[in-house]
């Protein structure tokens, strides 16, 4: 089936500076990624979706300017936090449609700690 | 009001019980249902989908979905200790804007 690799799995950077997760799909192209963050025992919130070639869509209270995301490729999404600080320790998702069938495929997610 | 609840839990059943897990929504103009499982640390997995009313089986796993209460459901036969995960509800509209319930948190004892 499509799978959709994230990593790194878990990084723990210092306060102020800056991590970078990347999100491929392998076997299919996805024009269109999403990113997540999920907080213990809450529901994933999207922060943005990824468009290829284009600017991303950020939902309601995402700050662009922190959360940088870049859509290169088809196969290619990252999600670069800027001078992280420690509310911004989360997990963060990346998931793609796969074709025309609903339900997202994710990836496996990253563990971010912010010391 | 939130689009989508569901009870958090904990939910904790012996081995080989039925489980059910059980989501209701707000807005009428839903019309896809899915159901991950989420292991610890990890992504999601999508468990099941549909889109009409009515019961949608899978092995053990059967999605049950009552449009005219806004209510769906994921039950689980004779459940098993690799069963334990949190499962989560997810609800889209047509314009493939999707809503995720908080997840319930499932553990099977052997």
């Known amino acids: 089936g499509a799978v959709v690799s994230q990593h790194p799995s878990r990084v723990i950077c210092k306060s102020g500076t800056s991590v970078k997760i990347e999100c491929r799909s392998l076997?299919?192209?996805?024009?269109?990624m999403f990113w997540y963050r999920q907080f213990p025992k809450q529901s994933l919130m999207l922060m943005a979706t990824s468009n290829e070639g284009s600017k991303a869509t950020y939902e309601q209270g995402v700050e662009k300017d922190k959360f940088l995301i870049n859509h290169a490729s088809l196969t290619l999404s990252t999600l670069t936090v800027t001078s992280a600080h420690p509310e911004d320790s989360s997990f963060y998702i990346c998931?793609?449609?796969?074709?025309?069938?609903?339900?997202?495929?994710f990836g496996s997610g990253t563990r971010l700690t912010v010391v | 009001q939130k689009e989508v609840e569901q009870d958090p839990g904990p939910l904790s059943v012996p081995e080989g019980a039925i489980v059910s897990l059980n989501c209701t929504y707000s807005n009428s103009a839903f019309q896809y249902f899915m159901w991950y499982r989420q292991y610890s640390r990890k992504g999601p997995e999508l468990l099941m989908y549909?889109?009409?009313?009515g019961n949608k089986e899978d092995g053990r796993f059967t999605a049950q979905v009552d449009k005219s209460s806004k209510y769906i459901s994921l039950f689980i036969r004779d459940s098993q200790p690799s069963d334990s995960a949190t499962y989560l509800c997810?609800?889209?509209?047509?314009?493939?804007?999707?809503?995720f319930g908080t997840g319930t948190s499932l553990t099977v004892i052997p």
């Open positions: 997810a609800i889209a509209d047509t314009g493939n804007q999707f809503y």
């Open positions: 998931s793609a449609i796969v074709g025309d069938s609903y339900g997202y495929t």
């Open positions: 076997d299919f192209q996805a024009t269109t």
């Open positions: 549909t889109y009409s009313s």
